[in-house]
């Protein structure tokens, strides 16, 4: 059973939750995959999605590629969810670690997936901690981009159609320091907005 383990509320009324759980089993109308730019779903998060959903999320995506070429960070793809009881699975790329510039791309992934959803008019959406598989992104510093990320898109969007975004991950160390992190962020953003900046 997938567990909220924090929740933190804008202006505007939309809700970005930290999670403990399975992507596959989030009560939200899409969830986002952690892919590779060609969108070959081999292993990790893409694997388990791409085997939940059945063959027609990885023969949807080889149609994407196909047509629209490798997907960029800014530009998510997004498929059928298969099997899977979603409205959707949205494809974003990370970055790999040591490529440069791995957070302004990073950041850039999780802004283009939300623009999607908004243009998709999605309400909720799930996704995981996008490039720190395989990928390598150490797990505190994709904490912050991704937790910013969001927040500046919702703060910039308050008329978005996504009201909730679910953070959701798979294991308790990744909870723990993506917790450590989010603690660490919420104060920074409460000293900014006393301090007026």
Known sequence: MNRVIRRLTFPAGQ???????DLTQEPVEAIVNAANAQLLHGGGVA???????????QAESNAWVRRHGPVPFDHPAYTTAGELPYRCIIHAVGPV???GEEDAKLAS??????SLADQLRLSSLALPAISTGIFGFPKERAARVLFQAVADYFEAQP?????QVRLTLVDMPT?????NEFEKWEKRRESRTESGV
């Open 97 to 99: 670690w040591g490529e």
């Open 109 to 114: 992934a999780v802004r283009g997936t939300l």
């Open 175 to 179: 909870v723990e320091i993506f917790m």
């Open 159 to 163: 008329a978005s159609t996504l009201r």
């Open 15 to 21: 809700r970005l939750e930290v999670v403990f759980g």
């Open 47 to 57: 694997g388990i999605i791409s085997q939940r959903g059945g063959p027609r999320v």
